[in-house]
Nanobody
C-alpha cells in the first residue's frame, strides 16, 4: 500500500525559505519518478516539480524555476522540495506523488504572508 507523508510546511514571510519533505513507503521508491504538486484555494492542483528515478533529472513549472529545487534521497525513501524566495502566490497545500500510482498524501500547508 502506497503511503506518502508530506511535512515541513508553515507560515513564512515573502522572500523566506522552506524545505518540504515527503516520506514514501509501500513501493520500491528508487524505481519511480516523483512529483510535487500544489493546490491553492479555488484553483486546480498544478504540477510544480518532478524528478526522475535513475538520473534524478528535474523539471519545474515556469512559476517556480530558479527558486525551487526538487531532490531525492533513495536511501531514505524521501523526496524534498527546497523553496527559496517565496512569494504570496506560492501559498497552497503542497502534495507529493509517485508517478504511476494514484495515491496522494495529506499535503502540507505553505502560507506566504507578511
Amino acid at each position: 500500500q502506497v503511503q506518502l507523508v508530506e511535512s515541513g510546511g508553515g507560515l513564512v514571510q515573502p522572500g523566506g525559505s522552506l524545505r518540504l519533505s515527503c516520506a514514501a513507503s509501500g513501493f520500491t521508491f528508487n524505481n519511480y519518478a516523483m512529483r510535487w504538486y500544489r493546490q491553492a484555494p479555488g484553483k486546480e492542483r498544478e504540477l510544480v516539480a518532478a524528478i526522475t528515478s535513475v538520473h534524478s533529472s528535474t523539471n519545474y513549472a515556469d512559476s517556480v524555476k530558479g527558486r525551487f529545487t526538487i531532490s531525492r534521497d533513495n536511501a531514505k525513501n524521501t523526496v524534498y522540495l527546497q523553496m527559496n524566495n517565496l512569494k504570496p502566490d506560492d501559498t497552497a497545500v503542497y502534495y507529493c506523488k509517485a508517478v504511476s500510482f494514484s495515491s496522494w498524501g495529506q499535503g502540507t500547508q505553505v502560507t506566504v504572508s507578511s
